[in-house]
């Protein structure tokens, strides 16, 4: 299931969720087309990983200040949330095989 994340939740919910597993959040935006394309292979990659990973989305037009926290200039940016922090940034459309990669390489 793909968590959406806010402003409001996204400390609670993302970032301490992080320090027990792997946290990937895609930034995204309803008018971005790229978006639109990487929205189902988000959904995709959730049914597949199930709770050995979170899963999420943050619309940026909704929750302005954490994208701009955490420095998001272009959509669709991924980040992958480890132990409290961002361990890495992906800017644009990117595969299920690549995310897959990504998520066990900070999977124990």
Do not use: H, R
Not at 34 to 48: F, R, S, T, V
Not at 81 to 102: N, R
Request: glycine share 8%; net charge negative.
């Amino acid at each position: 299931m793909v968590k959406e994340f806010t402003d409001a939740n996204f400390k609670e919910e993302a970032i301490e969720a992080s320090k027990q597993k792997s946290v990937l959040v895609d930034f995204f935006a309803p008018w971005c087309a790229p978006c639109k394309m990487q929205g189902p292979i988000i959904d995709e990659l959730a049914g597949e990983i199930g709770d050995k990973a979170v899963i999420g989305k943050l619309n940026t037009e909704n929750s302005q200040q954490t994208a701009s926290n955490l420095g998001v200039m272009s959509i669709p940016t991924l980040i992958l949330f480890k132990d409290g922090e961002a361990k890495e940034t992906l800017v644009g459309l990117q595969t299920k095989e690549g995310l897959l990669d990504l998520i066990k390489k900070y999977s124990v």
